[in-house]
């Protein structure tokens, strides 16, 4: 440093006032301020990064432009390759774990299951209760309300037919439960099902 400063006098001034701003500069990296240098050595910012730039190059100290990119600092050494050791047992059993966690969501998402249950049965608490309020209790609800009047207008129909055979306008008609709809599929499943048929254009209970 002092070859340098006697060789190069006109640096003096300059790295004088960095030694007397930031006390172990040359011995420890110090967070400086460009811009605070500039007013105390009387230069502009662009002038005082381009000094501390020719210092660097000269290998008189190292010298870090500032930046609003992201920085780590590393607090321990790098550890060279051929010392590390890698656990290949804890590495499995993390995979294992991973693989476990994805296929749990895999099953959430298509299983027909409530999915309260389903939740609560993967944090190991078992035979617990329907939520009754997720899509797939939904769901049952409503294939169980389906089936039961399914089977309320498959008994009424019956029951119409044993009384008198009906066309079959008159007996969706008569049929007082279920829409249209629900009514014709019934009647279209006793038929398929051979447990009435058709005799000319009323229908009857099949012998």
């Not at 501390?52 to 780590?72: C, G, S």
């Not at 079959?168 to 447990?195: F, H, M, P, Y």
């Amino acid at each position: 440093m002092y070859n340098f400063q006697i060789q190069n006098p006109g640096w003096d001034p300059f790295i004088k006032t960095l030694l007397r701003s930031y006390g172990g500069s040359f011995e420890n990296y110090v967070s400086l301020r460009e811009f605070d240098l500039a007013k105390r050595t009387n230069m502009n910012v662009q002038q005082v990064i381009t000094g501390l730039k020719q210092l660097h190059e000269h290998k008189i100290l190292n010298y870090q432009q500032q930046t609003d990119m992201p920085q780590v600092t590393w607090l321990k050494p790098r550890q060279q390759a051929n010392s590390l050791y890698i656990n290949k047992k804890a590495i499995d059993e993390r995979k294992a774990t991973a693989a476990k966690k994805m296929e749990a969501v895999f099953a959430y998402a298509t299983h027909k299951k409530c999915r309260s249950q389903m939740l609560l049965a993967y944090f190991d608490e078992a035979n617990t209760d329907k939520c009754g309020i997720c899509d797939i209790c939904l769901d049952e609800k409503r294939n169980k309300q389906a089936s039961e009047i399914f089977d309320d207008i498959t008994n009424e129909v019956i029951q119409l037919l044993s009384i008198s055979s009906l066309d079959l306008a008159s007996l969706v008609t008569s049929t007082n439960i279920g829409n249209e709809k629900e009514k014709i599929q019934a009647i279209r499943l006793l038929l398929d099902a051979g447990k009435i048929k058709f005799a000319g254009e009323k229908l009857i209970i099949s012998e």
